[in-house]
């Protein structure tokens, strides 16, 4: 449905844009259709509303009563304001017929009325049951039940996202509990390791080194000429699994399924990009249904250069106000990338502030329930990387306080790892610095699974009454202990959680549900009050900012749960909650560009957030 015949548009458009325009863009009259086609623009209030401009997908529609314009219209039909794009009561534009029916955008299967049916040439081509969309969601989840492997799962998921978008999320919405770990962490961690052999569709763009010097072209392959964010990935370190190359697509794939489900940023505004500089995974480099460049990793200038060019590209085809988000770099490119972008794009890393951001949320909900003050704790982190560093800096921020790296390492060490060394001896095993440092809190950052032995959390739970132990590295086989460990080993004391998500366990008369410290808290809210407010750059108030929205939505009852994040089913209203947060801090700090603020920002957020329900075609 998206490209067709240009032979049939009128000269007026500029010649690069014919490509994509409907061959018949009809404002006026009821059931306008043209028959070449089936392509269909409708004006539920056609003697008012005039088409004044199209462009790449778009039209400006305009009331000449008033002369108010309805603002930028998708006119594939998206149905979510934002304050550049303003939904307008008399614009809609659908596909008809066959093409509807394979248009993931508005296709709605069985839900099709009978109006709509006889409407939109639907008749013949579906069974005649009409069903609702929440039966078509009791099906879809009755299916995916039936699927024993979580990747089968997984690709059911996919496979509706391409068919019936707003099925996909409402499904994914109205379920999140359930399907979260299905299209996220941990399953996408497999989808990826095995993303060669599930490919079947492009879900986003990939810009590899043979598209040096093009770019700007390839971005503008992409159907969605309206983006608001970017997840971008290279792939070089991929949850706690390594290098994955090309197959870090699934990645940004799924973080942004979630900034739509959970942050309610439309779909179509958001691209996944996996730029490809080749992989060091020799395994890959040998499996024949690899889909990425068979090389070494390009490093140095050759890779800086590609990373210019895209960050360069982004700008200038989407404008200021884009947001990227830096997703699974490995260490030395993350930091890097942030720090020289940092000043000019609206970009986070993930990895590091949004995971940082979510960790401090949850330490703030345990000192609010546990008492006692972030500036009283010892810190122990196993892994200083991109999250443990990141967390250690917003704790920092928070308490102006240091974290610990022995500082006679501090030659050897990376760059970002230096501020957090400590003058202490060497230690070899991980339980010799937990006695000898007596941490209250051990955070694993480290990617590595099953490094927090029994010895190590014994330790904390004879040094602590209450020992905190977050397990943070994804997906669940890198964990660094499970829930039933560190629940057991320490007695049922542990406040426990975790990256990847683990069962509720029962221990003695309790039933200890584990909290799942993942960014996946943070992001979609995060990018929603950047996105609502303008922004135009990220500050690490806003990160702050994020984790007290967060933690403020934590109550005793989830506490006594064993709980220091608030459950996920009810995460569209705490990503408002964070937006407004975030978007509060845009307008303090002076960085967000939409003026006036709204007045009410929790209500504008949830205002702005996108629908699955469907609509009604005319
Ligand atoms: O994707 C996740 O679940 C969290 C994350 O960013 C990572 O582990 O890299
Ligand atoms: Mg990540």
Redesign the pocket.
């Known amino acids: 449905m998206r490209l067709n015949n240009p032979a049939s548009i009128s000269g007026s458009f500029p010649d690069k844009h014919r490509r994509i325009l409907p061959t018949r863009v009809v404002v006026a009259g009821s059931s306008n259709r043209d028959k070449s086609n089936g392509s269909l623009l409708m004006a539920t209030d056609e003697s008012t509303a005039t088409l004044k401009e199209m462009r790449d997908g778009y039209a400006e529609v305009v009331d000449p009563k008033s002369g108010v314009s309805g603002g930028v219209q998708d006119v594939y039909g998206e149905d979510t304001a934002t304050e550049d794009q303003p939904v307008t009561p008399w614009s809609v534009s659908v596909a008809s017929g066959y093409s509807l029916l394979r248009d993931p955008h508005h296709n709605k299967g069985l839900a099709f009325s009978e109006k709509e049916r006889n409407s939109h040439y639907l008749r013949g081509l579906l069974p005649p049951t009409v069903i609702s969309q929440e039966l078509q969601v009791k099906k879809m989840l009755h299916n995916i039940r039936q699927y024993q492997v979580p990747l089968q799962k997984y690709m059911a998921m996919m496979d509706l996202q391409e068919r019936n978008q707003k099925l996909f999320y409402k499904l994914l919405i109205d379920n999140v509990e359930e399907l979260l770990p299905i299209v996220?962490?941990p399953t996408?961690g497999e989808a990826c390791q095995k993303y060669g052999s599930i490919y079947s569709r492009p879900q986003g763009v990939f810009i590899s080194l043979k598209d040096k010097g093009k770019v700007l072209e390839v971005l503008r392959n992409w159907p969605e000429k309206n983006i608001q964010v970017i997840v971008v990935t290279d792939g070089e370190r991929i949850?706690?699994l390594g290098d994955l190359g090309c197959h870090g697509m699934g990645?940004p794939v799924?973080?942004l399924s979630l900034y739509t489900a959970l942050g309610g940023i439309r779909p179509s505004a958001c691209l996944p990009v996996t730029i490809d500089v080749g992989t060091n995974n020799e395994k890959l480099l040998d499996d024949e249904f690899y889909i990425g460049l068979r090389q070494k990793r390009a490093i140095g200038q050759e890779y800086a250069e590609l990373l210019h060019e895209f960050m360069t590209a982004v700008k200038q085809n989407y404008g200021e106000r884009i947001l990227i988000q830096f997703?699974?770099f490995a260490n030395h490119n993350a930091f890097d990338l942030l720090e020289k972008y940092g000043t000019t794009h609206l970009v986070f890393n993930?990895?590091i502030q949004?995971?940082a951001s979510v960790v401090l949320a949850g330490l703030i909900s345990a000192m609010k329930f546990l008492g006692g003050s972030l500036a009283d704790q010892r810190f122990l982190f196993l892994g200083a990387g991109e999250a443990g560093t990141g967390i250690a800096e917003l704790i920092a921020l928070e308490i102006s306080k240091q974290g610990l790296i022995v500082s006679s390492r501090l030659e050897s060490l990376q760059h970002f790892k230096k501020p957090w060394a400590h003058e202490h001896e060497p230690v070899k095993e991980l339980v010799d610095a937990v006695n000898a440092i007596k941490p209250t809190i051990l955070i694993g950052t480290s990617g590595q699974g099953r490094t927090f032995t029994k010895e190590v959390v014994e330790a904390m739970a004879s040094l602590n009454e209450k020992p905190i132990i977050f397990s943070l590295?994804?997906?669940t086989s890198q964990s660094e202990c499970t829930a039933e460990e560190a629940y057991t080993w320490s007695q049922g004391r542990a406040i426990f959680a975790s990256?990847?998500p683990f069962d509720p366990f029962e221990y003695g008369d309790n039933v200890f549900v584990p909290g799942q410290a993942?960014?996946?808290y943070i992001f979609p809210g995060l990018g929603l009050g950047l996105i609502m407010s303008g922004a135009i750059r990220v500050h690490d108030d806003m990160l702050l900012a994020a984790a007290e929205a967060l933690a403020g939505q934590v109550t005793q009852e989830n506490f006594d749960k064993g709980l220091l994040y608030p459950p996920f089913k009810n995460i569209r209203k705490i990503s408002a909650h964070i937006a407004a947060e975030v978007a509060a801090k845009a307008y303090e700090l002076g960085l967000a560009t939409r003026l006036p603020p709204p007045k009410d920002l929790v209500k504008y957020a949830e205002s702005c957030m996108y629908s699955p329900a469907y609509r009604t075609y005319r």
């Open positions: 996220y962490t996408v949850l706690g990645i799924g973080k997703e699974d993930d990895d949004g995971t590295s994804n997906p990256g990847s993942n960014n996946a």
